[in-house]
């Protein structure tokens, strides 16, 4: 019984700390608080992943924290609902600090991810490697409708939604190329980078497949903000 009775205490203190919380009654630094907006300026931890999902659907929210992500966007028009793939909340990306080689098509989720991903996992590797920045980041696309592995039948693929972006390489300052294709297998400095960045996107991204995974990703670290949590 008194086993019972301390759950029960414990049950009721937590409630009563949830609640709290929520009500702004106990205040808690707004990155521990999972009702605060996510700041894409803090370093990510447990609570991000929530706070990135959060964004799908609500688009006040997402415009929101799009204040601290330092992205340049703007916000495409939902298509049809009967489309084949039909997009909402969704997001042209245009670039950011970093270029691109194109602007690309983004969930808000994914687009957020994105801004996590350049400034707390990105730029770092590269100063720690090579000690300069990543000034441009070759991607491969982002919408595309079509199943998993152009398969005819089977699930849609998170590109599908623009909920997956293929980054195939990156730019440093001083025009150094470095591609997922040419140097994920070497032994030097530029697949040293690609690994540390590989690990990095895992703190941000839900799914991260590199070449690791399996021969479709040879030349191409896949990211997306399905519902799965995959690092390979």
Known sequence: ???????????????????????????????????????VRSSPNLLTRYKLGRLQDDPALCDQVLKTAGLRVSHQADTPADAACPLRNTLRVQGADVALSSSFLASCPLAVAF???????????????????????????????????????GRLSQHAS?????????????????????????????????????????????????????????NHFHLDMGRWWVCR
Not at 10 to 34: D, I, K, Q, S, Y
Request: proline share 4%; net charge neutral; hydrophobic share 45%.
């Open 115 to 153: 801004a996590l991903f350049e400034r707390h996992s990105l730029q770092p590797a590269a100063q720690a490697v090579f000690g300069q920045a990543v000034t441009r980041v070759d991607h491969l696309g982002s919408f595309a409708c079509r199943n998993m592995y152009n398969r005819a039948e």
């Open 1 to 39: 019984m008194r086993f019972f009775r301390v759950l029960g205490a414990l049950l009721v203190l937590g409630g009563a700390f949830v609640v709290g919380v929520w009500r702004g009654w106990l205040p808690l630094p707004a990155e521990w608080n999972p009702w605060s907006p996510l700041d």
């Open 162 to 218: 623009a909920n997956a972006l293929d980054i195939a390489g990156f730019r440093l300052a001083d025009g150094r190329s470095i591609s997922v294709l040419k140097d994920w297998s070497g032994e030097g400095d530029s697949a040293r980078f690609l690994r540390q960045v590989r690990d990095g996107a895992c703190d941000d991204f839900n799914v991260v497949l590199s070449p690791d995974y399996n021969a479709a990703h040879r």
